[in-house]
């Protein structure tokens, strides 16, 4: 049964490799798909099913290119910009679809519909070994001739462990060769795309070619001035970006720049050749410490300590050891990955037991490595549906269709007044210009770079401006808690040892055990390395290792040894006078977050049993000891520690077999090992929260967004820590969900889900609520449903409901406050499924286990300055949450300015074509000084500046609206422009019925050439003050920003405008007068008045604006409406439905069917 099948029977989730249907950007589903297969031909090909990347060979068509040429010619280059756009059109119009086995280039269709074209290349030598082969993000696909399709060129292909003994002898010289020629050179080459090219990227698209056509109609017209103007900030805009675009590749080339020299086993001897000669199969001989990994290699011998944190954020160093190769176990990059040494990483120290040395296989190279995945996700991001810029795209469509009445207005007019039809056209051209503000873009730009710069001075980097109008819309943000709400280091708080099936009394110090095997455990069960005579490694390692007082030798060959072999570290106590047996740890499984345990293998000097000490997560440690040594109380104790907030370890330990032999240790499995476990007890750490948590999550709270708890750690600890912090209040209700599968006699997997209170509610509002117990209990409609009611699980409950009861689900993401136990994959599924509810999220993090997570959620913010923080947008020294509410803040005050900034730029450029319009009534037109007043002057300066507004300094309840399309920020520019319309209507009616009015008399003979009039200046001075008026009342204060008068330019520029526009209105100079073609009244009462009138609508608009519209429709009219039409937003209709329902069910299990279907899936029992 396929996975499709399966999914559909029993709803569980596709596979990894489908879990982006959460994401922002959406990926095409398979309809979608179909029909793209339709458009492109038969002969496409589905080339990576896992990355759902599609593909189609063409060759090419000299009929078509001829054809294709010809008319790029005749239409001036504009045929051939067209069909580039897009790049499967520019394909068909000049190849034809062929097989792959012919093709001379590939069309490639990744899953969220982008687009590549790639040429094939074909060895030139028919001698040669090399099948032809194309290069796709960087990754090479070669030709496969038996199954013929193009296939991954990625490294080693080794299925199982065992096959590793095959590459231990090394390569040959003729081997390496060809292997060379096949894999390519090892270097993360990054080409700077050349000038010329990045221009024509640029300007080849549909806005540059718009704003082409505009300056070409301003020339023909004669209007030199603002074509030169747009001329001079396109080319700005373009340069920026070409420089911006290769400043950062030439800085990227630069940091991946990592040639050096590398010593391998070649041809039965050492070699020391290029780093950029490695290929798969070579076998690296590593010793000098410190250096930087040249490629992914799988380490066979000796041990590494790593630095990691380029690829992971990881600071700690992390100890890797050997594979067991003479394991059948499957290999695996994820399952083995404490015995794989990626490219990147910092090699701190090596060190070998034998003779051998550090040795290890090369397994991939180039941008196949670790390294180059990490440059890949730099060079080709997954693209991002940014809401914001689509609702952009459809206002240009909304203003084109809206610009068909002003063109039939103006090409009636021309009829009427008999104008030429060259010059008619030109009219009706000009009228075009005006439908999308040609400066839109950079204004926009400048707003997040202005938001930018503002974050980076409160220590908060971006990688990408574009997001921080994505951290203006949070509702939910979820948070790591040790290092990110609690404090890195962990302080031991008590040691509760356990014997004979009993917990014995507490103890502050290892001193005061009388277990020497728990001491021993302490002492032994880590992976710390001492570097620069310092220890390295994790904190809690490093502070339990520390308490016994015991110390740390890491012997090498050379060093004599109590022990008939060289193990690679041994401790021993630290006590003057007294001679205690050393202890050598001959083998060792670094922790992993998934497994949630580390052990290691040891021996007592002057002993010939081998013991094994293993500590981690209590309950995990519980399953794998033997039940006679477990108290029976054990989980109440952990859970009376763990409700307390504390962090609690488990320690077990295991004596081998009499007669094993250090030889029989390594071939030893962990599996085998770490099983039949003595309990030895428990050791008890405080975590204690930053200071700046408490507020951080209150600010959030008192804003109305959801915060939620992700942590590896334990779920009543979790719990505590959530109520202290205020994630949860000390008098909510949590319920604790647990899921498991059973399978009854009918063989059907079902899906049992219990329920019970971890809580003990308290008095609210002089109400008594009963306490809860440990046991599973009815959970009521009253505990749960409520506004103060949460829900806690840990990450297996949490996945297996994602993978049988997707409904179920949804409940648990809209009520789940506290997630505990979960692994990195977890945290990035619960992100997903908040997007897929239609939350904004927010994700913040400091370590390896968040980067999934930081880089699918909207704003992902991480708390550190590691090189692998490039998967979250955001970045923070600070090392604590109080960035969040600040980045918040500053994404709301970016998201209002940019609606703000687009807001005047539509106001402007339709009044002035309304006023362009009143006067082609009578064939009049503005001259090139009022062109350049009213452009350049009045409009250049104002939109640039609404962005240099700062955040306000608190957090409101309410969000911004989240879409320019919304129905508050539609209504006051429709409001704004029906207000002009009317002013410029009784500007121009007032003006016709003066008495010493003279109408424009039309002359066909010189059209372009404007005459003075009254009418004219009376348009023209209404219109001026239109700017002034919008430039007041679009910009926004609080609650978002701050008042805009704080904005200490954009006040000095409003002033200065304002008072010129009076000075122009009333008395304006000689050469004003001439500049602007204007034609004074004979009575300066007229312009008295008009200008009273224009003050009159400036004082309504401002009151309209910010009271009327503000304050009355945006706080009491839209919320009704709100409230009348019901909820919008998924998550928000979930909610409604959710406050109907007896949820969760008043029982305490219910038991989910997997095979049945959907409208039976819930069996209560």
């Known amino acids: ?258 040639e050096s020299v590398a010593t391998v086993y070649r041809d039965g001897k050492e070699k020391k050749i290029s780093s950029k000669e490695l290929v798969p199969g070579d076998v690296l001989i590593l010793s000098q410490t410190p250096f930087t990994m040249f490629c992914d290699a799988v380490l066979i011998s000796g041990n590494c300590v790593v630095n990691e944190s380029m690829l992971t954020g990881e600071s700690t160093p992390i100890t890797k050891i050997p594979i067991s190769e003479y394991s059948s176990a499957l290999f695996d990059l994820q399952s083995n990955k404490r015995s794989i040494l990626s490219c990147g990483t910092e090699i701190l120290l090596c060190r070998s037991t034998d003779r051998e040395g550090v040795r290890a296989i090369v397994y991939r190279t180039g941008f196949s490595t670790a ?303 770490e099983t039949e476990l003595q309990f030895l007890g428990l050791v008890v750490f405080e975590n204690k929260l930053k200071p700046e948590t408490i507020p951080a999550l209150n600010t959030l709270k008192d804003a109305n967004i959801k915060s939620v708890m992700v942590t590896g750690d334990n779920l009543l600890t979790a719990v505590t820590v959530a109520k202290k912090c205020g994630i949860v209040e000390e008098c909510d209700s949590v319920v604790i969900m647990k899921a498991s599968l059973s399978t009854k006699s009918n063989s059907k997997e079902n899906l049992e889900v219990s329920y019970k209170q971890a809580s003990s509610p308290v008095l609210r509002n002089g109400t008594l609520r009963t306490n809860g117990d440990t046991h599973n209990m009815d959970v009521r409609l009253s505990v749960i449903s409520g506004e103060q009611s949460h829900v806690a699980m840990e990450g297996e409950t949490f996945n297996l409901i994602r993978m049988y009861d997707p409904d179920l689900l949804e409940k648990v993401v809209l009520k789940g406050a506290i997630f505990a136990r979960m692994l990195p994959e977890h945290k990035l599924y619960l992100i997903e499924c908040f997007q897929n509810l239609g939350y904004h999220v927010g994700m913040c993090g400091d370590g390896a286990n968040d980067c999934g997570a930081l880089k699918t959620a909207h704003t992902g913010v991480s708390l550190s300055l590691a090189e692998a923080s490039v998967a979250a947008p955001f970045t923070s020294p600070q090392q604590n949450i109080q960035c969040i509410p600040t980045l918040i803040r500053e994404g709301r005050a970016t998201l209002v300015s940019t609606f703000d900034s687009f807001r005047y730029m539509v106001c402007y450029t339709f009044t002035f074509l309304l006023a362009i319009l009143f006067l082609f009534w009578d064939g009049q037109r503005p001259s090139d000084g009022a062109y350049v007043t009213i452009d350049i002057v009045l409009n250049l300066a104002p939109p640039f500046l609404f962005g240099a507004t700062g955040a306000y300094h608190g957090l409101s309840k309410k969000q911004p609206a989240r879409s320019i399309l919304s129905f508050i920020p539609c209504f006051s520019v429709a409001s704004f422009m029906l207000i002009q319309i009317a002013v410029h209507s009784f500007a121009y009616t007032y003006c016709i019925q003066q008495t010493w009015y003279e109408p424009f008399t039309f002359d066909r003979e010189n059209a372009f050439s404007p005459n003075a009039s009254y009418t004219g200046t009376t348009i023209l001075t209404t219109n001026m003050m239109t700017y002034v008026t919008g430039a007041a009342i679009f910009a926004s204060g609080p609650p978002y920003r701050a008042p805009f008068f704080s904005n200490r330019l954009y006040v000095a520029v409003l002033v200065v405008q304002f008072v010129m526009v009076g000075y122009l209105t009333l008395a304006p100079p000689d050469f004003m007068i001439h500049f602007l073609n204007f034609k004074r009244a004979p009575v300066a009462s007229f312009h008295i008045k008009l200008y009273a009138i224009t003050l009159g609508v400036l004082v309504f608009c401002f009151i309209y604006e910010k009271y009327f519209i503000q304050r009355f429709l945006s706080k009491f009219v839209v919320p009704a409406i709100r409230r009348w039409r019901g909820p919008i937003r998924k998550y928000e209709k979930l909610l409604h439905a959710l406050a109907q329902e007896d949820w969760p069910p008043s029982i305490q299990t219910a038991t989910t069917d997997s095979n049945a279907p959907k409208d039976s899936r819930t069996v209560f029992t």
């Open 1 to 258: 049964m396929n996975w499709k099948e399966r999914s559909k029977r029993a709803r569980i989730s596709p596979p990894h490799h489908h879990r982006h249907r959460f994401v922002t950007f959406t990926r095409l589903d398979e309809s979608s798909l179909s029909a793209l297969d339709m458009n492109l031909g038969k002969q496409i090909q589905v080339l990576d099913e896992e990355q759902n990347l599609k593909i189609q060979g063409f060759q090419s068509s000299y009929l078509k290119q001829t054809l294709v040429y010809i008319g790029a010619l005749l239409s001036c280059g504009l045929l051939w910009v067209v069909i580039t756009w897009r790049k499967n059109v520019y394909l068909h119009c000049t190849h034809t679809p062929c097989s792959l086995e012919e093709a001379e280039k590939v069309l490639l269709i990744d899953a969220y519909g982008q687009e590549f074209v790639s040429k094939v290349k074909r060895p030139e030598k028919k001698s040669s070994l090399q099948p032809p082969f194309f290069y796709y993000k960087k990754m090479k696909y070669s030709w496969n001739g038996k199954e013929k399709k193009f296939v991954g060129v990625q490294g080693l292909d080794i299925k199982a462990c065992s096959e590793l003994q095959n590459f231990r002898k090394g390569l040959d010289s003729e081997e390496a060769r060809k292997k060379l020629q096949f894999y390519g050179l090892n270097l993360i080459k990054i080409e700077v795309t050349p000038v010329i090219t990045l221009v024509l990227r640029e300007i080849r698209s549909p806005f540059y070619m718009y704003q082409s056509f505009i300056v070409i109609i301003w020339f023909l017209q004669l209007y030199y001035q603002f074509g030169i103007c747009i001329i001079i900030l396109s080319v700005i805009s373009v340069s920026a970006t070409v420089w911006e675009t290769r400043k950062q590749t030439k800085s990227l080339r630069n940091a991946m720049r990592s």
């Open 371 to 673: 390294k180059g995945e990490l440059v890949r996700s730099i060079l080709f991001p997954k693209p991002v549906a940014l809401k914001l810029y689509s609702d952009l795209l459809k206002c240009m469509v909304i203003f084109f269709i809206l610009g068909s009445i002003p063109v039939i207005y103006t090409s009636l007019v021309c009829a009427a007044i008999d104008a030429y039809p060259w010059d008619a056209l030109l009219y009706v051209l000009n009228v075009v210009t005006f439908f999308v503000p040609p400066s839109l873009p950079a204004v926009l730009t400048s707003v997040n770079e202005q938001a930018q710069r503002r974050l980076r001075k409160q220590n908060i980097y971006c990688l990408n401006s574009r997001y921080i109008n994505f951290a203006g819309g949070l509702d939910v943000v979820c948070f790591d808690k040790t290092g990110t709400l609690t404090e890195d280091s962990l302080d031991i708080s008590i040691i509760v040892p356990a014997k004979d099936k009993m917990f014995e009394t507490v103890v502050l110090n290892p001193d005061q055990l009388s277990s020497e095997l728990l001491v021993k455990a302490m002492a032994t069960c880590h992976s710390l390395a001492r570097i620069d005579e310092e220890l390295q490694g994790y904190d809690m390692d490093i502070k339990m290792f520390k308490l016994t007082g015991w110390q740390m030798q890491e012997p090498t060959v050379e060093d004599i040894v109590p022990f008939e072999y060289i193990p690679p570290r041994i401790v021993f106590p630290n006590i003057p006078g007294d001679k205690q047996p050393s202890v050598a740890i001959v083998k060792m499984f670094p922790f992993e977050s998934s497994l949630k345990r580390t052990s290691v293998v040891t021996q007592t000097e002057g002993s010939e049993r081998f013991q094994v000490f293993l500590k981690g997560a209590p309950e995990l440690v519980v399953s794998l000891s033997r039940e006679e040594t477990v108290p029976d109380d054990v989980m109440d104790v952990l859970e009376y520690y763990s409700s307390q907030g504390f962090r609690v370890i488990a320690v077990a330990c295991k004596n081998l077999p009499d007669g094993t032999a250090w030889k029989d240790v390594q071939n030893m499995t962990r599996d085998y090992l």
